[in-house]
């Protein structure tokens, strides 16, 4: 049970890696092509869709004659009494602000400092997601021969390895030269394959103890890791400062970070 959940948490965040990567390369056609009021058509358009698409093929599974009351300062006291519940909701909550954050920042990297287009910017994120899904199906066929708390730790290790690059490379390349610019994408491949590695054994791993109340109890996770989520791309904003330095020293401080809460609080426990 235990693998196949890590399995199905593998292609879920597979898939998922796509989704931010798929819109700056639609928008950036859209607004090259067209204009920036064409964005905001096709995002209305596309909306209707989905809606009549989910009112038409979605059935409904929830049986209200099974509904219940749910106490939830119980469930909320579980959730917080739980070392290794609070551990991975920051771990998720740090990747998933990492990857909000790098999608807010990049434009200023790609389109600014390289002079890309917005429709190239658009392909180099399906180029930069593809390190997500890489990293899913490695921790896929990894998860039988090694810890799932291991994975994680070899993951985040990519993602310092990979942030540390980025800050090499900026100080010792000509700002903007294609060499630069090959170089910045590679870190930022690590960096998403290692993301795409721990990410899935997170969310596999961070209520295996709440199995009773398990829908409640992962609205409750859920509402918190987000609020990190929240912060962390706010932290991007705040430390913005123009430079190609910023972001990869803010992603080495949060992946230290990660380093040391998985070695203190899931590989030293087992």
């Known amino acids: 049970m235990g693998a196949s959940r890590h399995i199905l948490f593998a292609h879920i965040s597979a898939a998922l890696a796509f989704a931010p990567a798929i819109g700056p390369m639609i928008g950036g056609g859209l607004g090259q092509f067209w204009s920036f009021r064409a964005i905001f058509l096709f995002l209305v358009l596309l909306s209707l869709a989905i809606w009549v698409y989910a009112f038409v093929a979605l059935p409904e599974t929830y049986d209200i004659s099974e509904r219940q009351s749910v106490n939830l300062w119980p469930i909320v006291k579980r959730l917080v009494g739980n070392v290794k519940v609070l551990t991975y909701g920051c771990l998720i909550g740090a990747i998933n602000g990492v990857i909000f954050s790098y999608y807010a920042e990049a434009p200023f990297i790609f389109i600014e400092t390289f002079d890309l287009s917005p429709l190239a910017f658009g392909l180099i994120g399906i180029l930069v997601a593809s ?80 199995q009773d109340v398990i829908g409640s109890a992962s609205a409750l996770f859920s509402l918190g890791y987000y609020f990190l989520v929240s912060l962390f791309t706010y932290g991007m904003s705040f430390f913005h400062n123009g430079s190609l330095g910023a972001m990869p020293l803010y992603f080495l401080v949060i992946g230290s970070l990660m380093w040391w809460l998985t070695r203190k609080f899931l590989i030293s426990s087992k």
Request: charged share 10%.
């Open 131 to 210: 390190a997500s899904v890489i990293g899913a199906q490695m921790s896929k066929r990894l998860i039988g021969q090694i810890q799932a708390e291991r994975i994680i730790l070899w993951g985040i290790g990519a993602f310092i390895v990979g942030s540390g690059w980025q800050l090499l490379i900026n100080r010792f390349l000509p700002t903007g030269s294609g060499l630069h610019l090959v170089c910045i994408l590679s870190g930022i491949f690590v960096m998403l394959i290692g993301l795409g590695m721990a990410l899935p054994n997170c969310l596999s791993l961070a209520l295996v103890d709440f």
